[in-house]
């Protein structure tokens, strides 16, 4: 059973302009929620989290929010840049961290 | 400060063949985790080690696959016999918390490749 979901395999922006990224999941114990990033022949590292209790947490060009009655969460990028190409992993913690399918982006200049 | 280390970074054996992958977590990190990545999948989890025991083994096929961490510290995972299906990224990742105090924040070594023929 999939907990987390990431309905978007891929996904395809300019240089500049916003990325928004998807993500569900079913599991209303899940603590904090978590956006993983991911190059080639890497492994992912950790981007941003949000907390269950707060609905919206920013840092820099990265924001993301958190709809608790639709257990929807939503990754923003602005400006996108084309370093920002790579997979995105959704991720949710409570007593293990349990990742979504991942989305792949690509920022065009 | 240095990241989580994997070896071999690469593996190709033929099935029925065994392997091994070894990882040394970032130092003082108590919570140890060995995750599979299938080509266009996300990471699961196979097992999570909390010091030297198992906090989660649930979705390690447990018939072909074994995990140890010696004294706490780095872990190897072996598969024995290998299947086809077995094809995957291996990653490792550490933290310092595990349980209610885990934010989820991990990190990962880069993974050691296995191809089964």
């Known amino acids: 059973d999939q907990q987390v979901k990431q309905n978007s395999p891929s996904l395809s922006v300019q240089e500049g302009r916003i990325s928004i990224l998807n993500c569900d999941y079913t599991?209303?114990?899940?603590?904090?929620f978590l956006w993983y990033k991911k190059y080639p022949a890497e492994g992912p590292t950790f981007l941003i989290s949000?907390?269950?209790?707060?609905d919206k947490n920013e840092d820099g060009r990265f924001t993301v929010f958190l709809n608790k009655s639709a257990k929807h969460l939503s990754l923003h990028i602005v400006p996108s840049q084309p370093g920002d190409s790579a997979v995105y992993f959704c991720?949710?913690?409570?007593?293990?961290?349990?990742f979504g399918p991942g989305t792949s982006l690509s920022v065009i200049p | 400060e240095a990241g989580v280390a994997q070896s071999p970074r690469y593996k190709i054996i033929e099935k029925r063949q065994s392997v091994a992958f070894w990882c040394n977590p970032i130092?003082?990190?108590?919570?140890l985790y060995w995750y599979q990545q299938i080509l266009g999948q996300g990471p699961k989890l196979l097992i999570q080690?909390?010091?030297?025991?198992?906090?989660?083994d649930s979705q390690l096929p447990k018939d072909r696959f074994s995990a140890e961490r010696l004294k706490g510290v780095d872990s190897t995972l072996k598969i024995q016999p290998a299947k086809l299906e077995d094809s995957a990224v291996y990653l490792c990742?550490?933290?310092?918390?595990?349980?209610?105090?885990?934010?989820?924040?991990?990190?990962f070594g880069e993974g050691s490749r296995l191809t089964v023929l």
């Open positions: 991720a949710t913690s409570y007593d293990k961290v349990i």
């Open positions: 599991n209303s114990m899940f603590d904090y």
């Open positions: 949000i907390s269950s209790i707060k």
């Open positions: 130092s003082g990190h108590a919570t």
């Open positions: 080690f909390q010091n030297n025991g198992v906090v989660d």
């Open positions: 990742a550490s933290s310092l918390f595990a349980g209610p105090a885990n934010t989820g924040e991990l990190f």
